[in-house]
């Protein structure tokens, strides 16, 4: 087990919370560019749908 001192437990414990927090946004990108992605899919595959119809 890691034993750390006073100041350094601190400036420790603050990257760690600055790295998970800049983890957290690149996830929630993800996230939102995936279901982006989907949602293009979908609009074009209805559009496709529509389009053979008419032809």
Request: without cysteine; hydrophobic residues 60%; negative net charge.
């Amino acid at each position: 087990m890691v034993h750390i001192e006073g100041d350094e437990a601190e400036s420790v414990l603050s990257a760690a919370r600055q790295q998970a927090r800049a983890t957290g946004y690149v996830q929630r990108a993800q996230v939102m560019l995936m279901a982006a992605g989907i949602a293009a899919f979908g609009i074009v595959a209805v559009a496709a749908t529509m389009m053979t119809t008419l032809l």
